[in-house]
């Protein structure tokens, strides 16, 4: 299973991050607090925390065949945010989505995950998962707009950095088969 490193909906273009994306990716969305806010890691602080990320995803694209995705706006060329596809054993893959506050409310997130979707359908992967704290509402609608649906069973907690680091949370779990 290998994704395509850049992908391309009617607004947006997925692409595998480069390490030139740093500065902005750390200035748009990483080290923006109220943006990583329910994220399951933690506000970037410096460029070079968004570097390791960078280094991280480069080895899980050689390694995987898949990784984070940086958003780009077709019309102007703005980062927007990011996402990805995690690839995990069993045909089985999490995805995630974040975007810059002034990209909030336009679909963007629903129109990349969708891109998500169907990059994850086209390599064979059977079931998409993404992890959402219960009170970032608008994820969860985003997710259930996509088709995914909660998982009632789901009964695990994980750290939210950005909420109270170190102490686990409810955690909500969103599921999506795949054909």
């Known amino acids: ?6 992908v391309e909906t009617p607004r947006l273009v997925l692409a595998a991050p480069a390490v ?11 080290g923006n607090d109220d ?10 602080r ?3 925390d968004t570097q390791r ?9 050689e390694r995987e065949g898949a990784g984070p995705y940086v958003i780009w706006a077709k019309a102007d060329g703005q980062l927007l945010g990011g996402t990805g596809l995690g ?4 045909a089985q893959a999490i995805t995630g989505y974040v975007l810059a506050k002034d990209a909030w409310g336009r679909g963007y997130a629903t129109e990349a995950l969708t891109a ?6 086209d390599i064979g992967v059977r079931h998409l998962y993404a992890l959402c704290h219960p009170q970032h509402r608008a994820s969860s609608r985003v997710l259930e707009k996509c088709g995914f ?9 994980t750290d939210f950095p950005n909420l109270a680091a170190g102490k686990a949370q409810h955690v909500l779990c969103y599921r999506r088969g795949l054909p």
């Open 53 to 61: 990320f960078l280094a991280f995803s480069a080895v899980q694209w």
């Open 20 to 30: 030139t994306d740093a500065e902005l990716i750390f200035q748009r969305y990483a």
């Open 1 to 6: 299973m290998k994704a395509p490193p850049l």
């Open 149 to 157: 649906q909660q998982d009632r069973g789901w009964n695990r907690r």
């Open 35 to 44: 943006v990583t806010r329910y994220l399951g890691w933690p506000t970037h």
């Open 46 to 48: 410096t460029v070079e």
């Open 116 to 121: 998500v979707v169907e990059v994850a359908t």
């Open 87 to 90: 690839l995990e054993p069993g």
